[in-house]
């Protein structure tokens, strides 16, 4: 079983859409979560982070971790056109090194 | 603020050739971080510095790859000979320090062996 499970893909829905990004990872010694956003031919960036879990906010963008079934997700509402791209789920454990999920490209046509 | 310089963006060679690829990370990150992304995969660390310092190696292909970080600034990481498994993107990322410190990513070398 690998560390970080993460369906890739690709998903594909309208502008205006929820969307719902999922990871599953196995290791409970795991501490952090993030989320990173890669545009084509471009390097990630971050876009979240929690270490709790529970739900956290920023704007358009949800975040929500379930230590306990070892499950994040990353939630999107009002979805633009602009949010087309790979989203990696990364997870920090406690040797501080991140795992990354496969990606999931999303598209969301106009 | 500039972000993270990497060169060449893109990379063709034989297998059995030699390529290195450079970056500058962002000025005053103390942390810099060699990634390789396979096509359809996430990022793998390669190799860790903390200043001049390796911190982690444990994925790097030792009997081909090696990088180094010269006065704790710019780096370059190094394949000889390459194979074909090695066509990915190598991306660079720094931190301001490390640990728990975000990590900001490069545009990345895309490098094709044939």
């Known amino acids: 079983q690998k560390e970080v499970e993460q369906d890739p893909g690709p998903l594909s829905v309208p502008e205006g859409a929820i969307v719902s990004l999922n990871c599953t990872y196995s290791n409970s010694a795991f501490q ?11 390097g990630p960036e971050l876009l979240m982070y929690t ?11 949800t975040a929500q971790v379930d230590k306990s ?24 454990g406690s040797n501080y090194k991140l795992t990354f999920g496969k990606g999931t490209l999303l598209t969301v046509n106009p | 603020e500039a972000g993270v310089a990497q060169s060449p963006r893109y990379k063709i060679i034989e297998k059995r050739q030699s390529v290195a ?32 310092g390796v911190v982690d190696d444990s994925q790097l292909p030792k009997d081909r790859f090696s990088a180094e970080r010269l006065k704790g600034v710019d ?24 640990p728990q410190e975000t990590q900001y990513f490069g545009p990345g070398t895309r490098l094709l062996v044939l």
């Not at chain 2, 990370?25 to 001049?52: C, D, E, M, R, V």
């Open chain 1, 32 to 42: 952090y979560f993030m989320w990173y956003r890669q545009y084509s031919r471009k």
């Open chain 1, 51 to 61: 270490y709790s879990s529970g739900n956290k906010e920023d704007g358009r963008f």
């Open chain 1, 69 to 92: 079934s070892k499950y994040i997700s990353l939630f999107i509402r009002d979805s633009q056109p602009s949010d087309s791209a790979t989203y990696l789920c990364a997870i920090e």
């Open chain 2, 21 to 52: 690829f450079w970056c500058n990370p962002i000025s005053g990150h103390a942390t810099l971080y060699w990634y390789q992304q396979i096509l359809g995969q996430g990022p793998k660390l390669l190799i860790q510095f903390q200043n001049n």
């Open chain 2, 75 to 98: 780096s370059t990481l190094k394949i000889q000979p390459a194979k074909l498994e090695d066509s990915a993107v190598y991306l660079c990322a720094s931190s301001l320090k490390w």
